[in-house]
Structure formats: structure tokens, C-alpha cells
């Protein structure tokens, strides 16, 4: 999956309740993000950045929600949280937990023919975000494994 700006993006959860780890791309020539780079008084390739920073992002069922920089994380990183992910959504061994550093725990339960997680995210240092943690209802395992293989692919 890649977010609307391109680049890579994993979202688990809902269309109302979600954690997304996405590393956006813009589009230089893009007209909104030319409007934006004016507005700054920057260049729009300097407003658009190299494309190479993490985010973290989530909401909530009552459309709360935010995000940060994960300027640290590498590809590498981000492509393994989805393959212990992935390797873990059978629930052979029963509900799991799988955790992007020290900003994201993701624990998995088996729900019906899918799943639902309970997230944890703790903003890093310097962030002026309390931790939250997020209630995710059921998710289609099957769209959710398709989505971990899209997301792999993109890294590639």
C-alpha cells in the first residue's frame, strides 16, 4: 500500500480506528504542494523533503488522533515489523505482540475470521504527545496479509 503522496504505507485497522506507518513521498510539482512551498517561503523540492523519513500516524474511533517523525527508522526496520507480522497473524501460538522500537507495540488477537489489535504508541523524546493506546476492532486477516505483501513490495 502506498499513502496518497506515493511511498510506502502499512495501515492496520479500520477506515475510524487505525496505526499507520507510512514513509510519504511528495510531488514537487504537485499544485498543492507548490501552494504549500510558497506559503513556507521555501522551494517546493525543499518543501517536499528527500522522501526518506518515517511517520507514525493513528486515529481513533472518535476521530482523535496525530503522529510523528521516525527520522531513525530505516526500510529495513519498517520491513521487519511487517514480516513479524505477517509470520504471526496464523495465531498458531495464540494472540501475539509485535514491536516497531520502542514507539509501537501491536498486540494481536484472533477475532472470528479476522483479527483485532490493541496498540500502544509511545511518542519519542521531544514529542509534546502523551502515549496512547488504541483499541483496533476487527480487521479481514486474509486483506491484512495482502497488505503486509503489498507493503513488503514497496520497500523493495
Avoid: K
Avoid at 495465531?91 to 479476522?114: I, M, N, R
Amino acid at each position: 500500500m502506498s499513502t496518497p503522496m506515493g511511498g510506502p504505507a502499512l495501515f492496520i485497522g479500520t477506515d475510524t480506528a487505525y496505526v499507520a506507518l507510512a514513509r510519504p513521498r511528495l510531488d514537487p510539482a504537485d499544485p498543492e504542494v507548490r501552494e504549500a512551498a510558497e506559503q513556507a517561503g521555501v522551494s517546493p523540492e525543499e518543501f517536499a523533503g528527500p522522501g526518506t523519513v518515517w511517520a507514525l500516524m493513528w486515529e481513533q474511533e472518535n476521530g482523535e488522533g496525530g503522529g510523528f517523525e521516525l527520522p531513525g527508522l530505516r526500510d529495513a526496520e519498517a520491513e521487519d515489523f511487517a514480516d513479524r507480522l505477517l509470520a504471526e497473524l496464523s495465531f498458531e501460538s495464540g494472540p501475539f505482540t509485535v514491536g516497531a522500537g520502542e514507539v509501537l507495540h501491536v498486540q494481536a488477537y484472533p477475532a472470528g475470521d479476522g483479527c483485532r489489535f490493541v496498540s500502544t504508541i509511545t511518542p519519542p523524546e521531544g514529542e509534546e504527545l502523551a502515549p496512547v493506546t488504541l483499541d483496533i476492532p476487527g480487521v479481514d486477516a486474509d486483506a491484512l496479509r495482502a497488505d503486509l505483501e503489498e507493503f513488503r513490495g514497496s520497500l523493495a
